[in-house]
Nanobody
């Protein structure tokens, strides 16, 4: 099973940027779909972005044009570049790995707070 460790969360003002990182263990990283999900208080966990082994990306409607997911197979790391952040982006962000939208592993989560 892949182990995932997120980093890069924090407090940022509206309109600002953050980059999240997720380091994965194991030798199968390059073969799996990686993703980012988020969960705000009182809300269900929602898809933010995914990237397949062939670098095909998908995004949730609320982040299209603002967030970019990427992966570095040499470093076993997936990134989420978040620009033009809004207060409604405030949530715990979770890294995931799996096949397609079938998640097999979750990270522990990292808090992102967008506030002035």
């Amino acid at each position: 099973q892949v182990q995932l460790v997120e980093s890069g969360g924090g407090l940022v003002q509206p309109g600002g940027s953050l980059r999240l990182s997720c380091a994965a263990s194991g030798s199968i990283f390059r073969f799996v779909t990686m993703g980012w999900y988020r969960q705000a208080p009182g809300k269900q966990r929602e898809l933010v972005a995914t990237i397949t082994a062939s670098d095909r990306t998908t995004y949730g409607d609320s982040v299209k044009g603002r967030f970019t997911i990427s992966r570095d197979n040499a470093k076993n790391t997936v990134y989420l570049q978040m620009n033009s952040l809004k207060p409604e982006d405030t949530a715990v962000y979770y890294c995931s790995s799996g096949v397609g939208l079938q998640v097999a592993s979750w990270g522990q989560g990292t808090q992102v707070t967008v506030s002035s």
